[in-house]
């Protein structure tokens, strides 16, 4: 399918309805990728289940998009692409893992920009477990903030044009860890 | 004596005879010419009761609160003509007769047609519901499948029901001005089934089926409930 942008400038103001369906539909992104992370880091899914799933993850972030990781033995966070990061999720070192995200909200509210994108920003809590054996080998949780775009785009179905919300996650930055 | 003698002579018995016989031909007639009269007055009588009678039926039947069937009242019209009265009072209450139940019979056949079209548009409601249903349900049946190989396998037995994998799947997130629609980003029926397999939810509505000659579904339009 070839997407094409709309030149919907801020100026061309929506109905409240139809901006309250777009936060819904950037906050189900949002969900949708809690649940394809916590799918990549069980290890009860099949390596090409989690390839697949990477894939469909992928598909959720504007091109160059980066996470953002921490830990609680490293000062320092780290920053990688989201491919490496789904890799690393995938390859983790342990016998579990279990990756649950809770309290997601809206930290500040879509805002439409002067080229018609809106820009909001959407806080999440991680809880992370990873199990060696039966013992809890490592346990922390992450406030995340994720950048989320939403541009109006176009394309042809069936003959005709549709007109569509696109929503891309931006970078996942990392606001603070905490055991 | 002489006369009687005469008279005699002139009159022989075969005259006599012949005169008697006159008499009573001429008296026995004049009685026939009276009960032809009669015949002829009872049955024009008859003929106008008849007419009478005819006249009422026809004017009962041209009532519009009439309670007999269609059906009855051709059968009384046609039992009217039947007598054929030659009435123009009658005749003319015939053609009227006629005219309305005309007007009735394609009443009726309207009202049947009508009745015919709503039937058949309502058995084509409910094979549709019917389709629509069968669609959805294979959806949940994704979406609460236990374990990832079995909602592989019913993704197989869904993805049956579409002309191919890349069948387009568009998502309405809302509706505004004169039924225009915004849409999620557009996606395929295969990618769609993968991600109720993934989040283990499906809490859309079907909104429209497109299909190909041979009844496979070519794009689906849902709407978030």
């Not at chain 1, 500040?108 to 080229?115: A, F, I, K, N, T």
């Not at chain 1, 990873?130 to 950048?147: E, H, M, P, Q």
């Not at chain 2, 007055?41 to 269609?70: C, F, G, S, V, Y």
Request: with cysteine; net charge neutral.
């Amino acid at each position: 399918m070839i997407f094409s942008s709309v030149g919907l400038f801020a100026q061309d103001e929506i109905s409240p309805e139809r901006k309250q369906a777009i936060d819904s539909l950037a906050m189900e992104k949002v969900k949708d990728l809690s649940k394809y992370i916590s799918i990549i880091g069980s290890k009860e899914t099949s390596f090409s289940e989690a390839n697949r799933v990477i894939d469909r993850t992928l598909e959720l972030f504007a091109p160059n998009s980066q996470i953002g990781v921490s830990s609680l033995y490293v000062k320092d966070i780290k920053y990688y692409s989201v491919r490496k990061y789904l890799n690393r999720l995938m390859a983790l070192n342990y016998d579990q893992v279990n990756i649950k995200w809770y309290n997601i909200q809206y930290i500040s509210d879509l805002e439409p920009q002067p080229d018609g994108t809106y820009v909001g920003v959407i806080t999440v809590y991680q809880r992370f477990e990873g199990r060696s054996g039966d013992d809890l080998a490592y346990v922390d949780t992450t406030k995340k903030d994720i950048t989320v775009y939403v541009k109006r785009k176009e394309t042809q179905i069936g003959g005709r044009t549709i007109g569509f919300w696109d929503v891309m996650l931006g970078d996942i930055r990392v606001a603070e860890t905490s055991k | 004596m002489r006369l009687k003698e005469a008279l005699l002579k002139l009159i022989s018995l075969p005259k006599l005879m012949i005169i008697l016989l006159a008499m009573f031909i001429a008296l026995g007639g004049t009685s026939c010419k009276s009960k032809k009269k009669i015949a002829e007055e009872k049955a024009a009588i008859e003929l106008a009761d008849k007419i009478a009678q005819a006249k009422a039926a026809l004017i009962d039947l041209l009532r519009d609160d009439n309670p007999k069937t269609w059906d009855e009242k051709k059968a009384e019209l046609d039992k009217i003509k039947a007598m054929q009265l030659r009435d123009p009072e009658v005749e003319d209450l015939i053609n009227q007769v006629e005219a309305k139940l005309e007007k009735e019979r394609l009443e009726i056949l309207k009202h049947e047609e009508e009745a015919a079209r709503l039937k058949a548009e309502q058995e084509a409601k409910h094979q549709q519901q019917a389709q629509l249903d069968n669609i959805n349900s294979h959806f949940y049946a994704v979406a609460s499948a236990p374990t990832v190989n079995e909602a592989n396998s019913r993704i197989q037995r869904a993805i049956s029901l579409y002309a191919s994998k890349d069948v387009p799947v568009l998502i309405i997130v809302s509706t505004y001005g004169d039924n225009q629609k915004d849409y999620d980003r557009p996606t395929t029926i295969f990618k769609y089934l993968n991600y109720l397999k993934d989040i283990k939810k499906y809490n859309n509505e079907i909104d429209q089926v497109k299909y190909d000659d041979y009844g496979k579904i070519i794009e689906i339009e849902l709407i978030k409930k």
